[in-house]
């Protein structure tokens, strides 16, 4: 499945090279959050309450929560290459799987097995790269990666709601099996197999020494704040847009002004980041802060007009704070512990991404939906702080390890 000999990768890997990256960055985004804003115009249809909502939108992340570590370890010692190929070829087959899921439980399984494979192939690829893009332009090749899950974010809503017009849910899984086994085919032909590295012992002092480093935690609470806002904005402005009264393609389209606003934003903020002209302290505050804004006009003014708007600076906070928290963490982590990294980082992030929707579903269901919002908005305001008071400005140290 990795077939060939240990490669070498400089610091400017060919656009071939990193390219089945990208598309399966985009793939975990796609089926994710194409899934997630159909179910939002969908719910009637499937028999769901605002609760069960939630926790269908939550379940692909829980698997990711629990298997992301595990899966980003398992790629520092077997090599990222065939974790992301099996990854890709498991999501293929928890999407085939998906196409005959008719019931809430069949098609809570089909995202339980989507996420569970996203936990695999997801962490190695943002391992990859990191390694083969180098300390010096970490910001701009994250920046493309987060660009390409933004096309995910933009392009699911959209071609979801055409497949679903086609054949409903059914027809959105058929073209997420084929994506899938396609990526899984590009990897395997274009992306060469990074050497395995040798890993030092750590004791558990080290590990937890590691955890709490603030070079590690403030970052990953940054992404599970952005990713939190994200799982909200992506399930819950479509179920607005349907109260509001906008049909199925105005309520995605919501959704879309959103990727759309952090697929451009991203590039630019990683190339800012690696010209020295932005700092991971400043810009991830004032990420956090945009996020806040929209979410809180949401809570406080739900109209047409409000509901694009945020969507518009949702998505540009993401864009200005994501690349920069993943930017930081490549750069400052050795690269014989790159998995494990990306994959801690990402279960700080999946935690967001489930437990917003989960926090919002939940006081909605029992006070109203503005006060789920409200809370989510006071909350990201709490790490923006904590960003902004805590997060050294030089936090960029190149790693001396090789690729």
Do not use: C
């Not at 598309?23 to 089926?31: E, N, R």
């Not at 115009?41 to 926790?55: A, N, P, Q, R, W």
């Amino acid at each position: 499945m990795t077939g060939g000999t240990p490669t070498t990768v400089g610091p400017s890997p060919t656009r071939g090279v990193v390219a089945p990256l990208y598309l399966a960055g985009f793939t975990t985004a796609f089926g994710a959050h194409g899934i997630a804003a159909a179910l939002g115009v969908e719910t009637g249809d499937i028999g769901l309450s605002i609760l069960t909502f939630g926790i269908l939108l939550a379940v692909y992340d829980l698997a990711e929560v629990v298997l992301k570590p595990v899966f980003g370890s398992l790629s520092d010692r077997i090599g990222a290459k065939p974790v992301i190929v099996g990854g890709l070829i498991a999501f293929a087959a928890a999407s085939f799987f998906g196409i005959f899921a008719g019931t809430p439980i069949l098609l809570g399984i089909a995202r339980l097995g989507q996420g569970a494979a996203a936990a695999a192939f997801s962490p190695a690829s943002s391992a990859a790269v990191a390694r083969l893009a180098g300390p010096g332009a970490v910001g701009r090749y994250f920046g493309k990666y987060g660009s390409w899950k933004g096309l995910g974010y933009a392009l699911g809503p959209l071609i979801g709601a055409a497949l679903i017009g086609l054949d409903g849910l059914r027809a959105l899984f058929i073209a997420l099996t084929i994506l899938a086994a396609a990526t899984a085919i590009w990897v395997i032909v274009a992306v060469p197999r990074l050497p395995i590295l040798p890993r030092p012992r750590y004791t558990l002092k080290d590990l937890v020494k590691q955890t709490v480093d603030r070079s590690f935690l403030i970052p990953t609470l940054v992404l599970a704040a952005s990713t939190g806002a994200l799982g909200v904005a992506v399930g819950f402005l479509p179920l607005l847009g349907t109260t509001l009264h906008l049909g199925l393609f105005g309520s995605m389209a919501a959704v879309t002004v959103l990727a759309i606003a952090s697929t451009l934003t991203q590039p630019s903020v990683g190339r800012l980041r690696d010209n020295g002209r932005i700092s991971t302290r400043t810009g991830t505050t004032a990420g956090l802060l945009l996020i806040a804004i929209g979410i809180g006009a949401l809570a406080v003014i739900p109209t047409p007009a409000t509901l694009y708007l945020a969507a518009l600076t949702i998505g540009t906070g993401i864009g200005v704070a994501t690349p920069l928290a993943f930017a930081h963490l490549a750069a400052t982590t050795p690269a014989e512990r790159m998995g494990r990294t990306m994959g801690n980082a990402e279960l700080g992030r999946e935690v967001g991404d489930a437990g917003g929707p989960l926090l919002v579903g939940a006081v909605a269901s029992t006070i109203t939906l503005g006060a789920g919002l409200g809370l989510l908005a006071i909350l990201t305001v709490g790490v923006a702080t904590l960003s902004g008071i805590t997060l050294r400005t030089n936090t960029t140290h190149a790693r001396r390890q090789p690729v």
